[in-house]
């Protein structure tokens, strides 16, 4: 994942508590609601991230692997 692509996750995800703290705090259930999808946008977008990570470890390592050979 790369820096910006964190960042980006990261603010989503801040935002979207404090939408809900707010939206919790007025009754505002609209609000609340939001604050709530952009958080598990932010996690799906966090997830999705992870995996390519992991993805490009291993074709790392296989390279590697054959680099030795």
Not at 34 to 48: F, P, R, T, Y
Request: glycine share 8%; no cysteine.
């Amino acid at each position: 994942m790369g820096i910006d692509d964190k960042f980006e996750a990261k603010a989503q995800d801040a935002s979207g508590n404090v939408k809900e703290t707010i939206g919790k705090a007025t009754d505002d259930e609209q609000l609340e609601a939001e604050g709530k999808s952009d958080q598990l946008k932010a996690s799906v977008k966090e997830a999705g991230e992870d995996i390519k990570d992991a993805a490009s470890n291993v074709a790392d390592k296989v390279k590697h692997a054959f680099d030795k050979h």
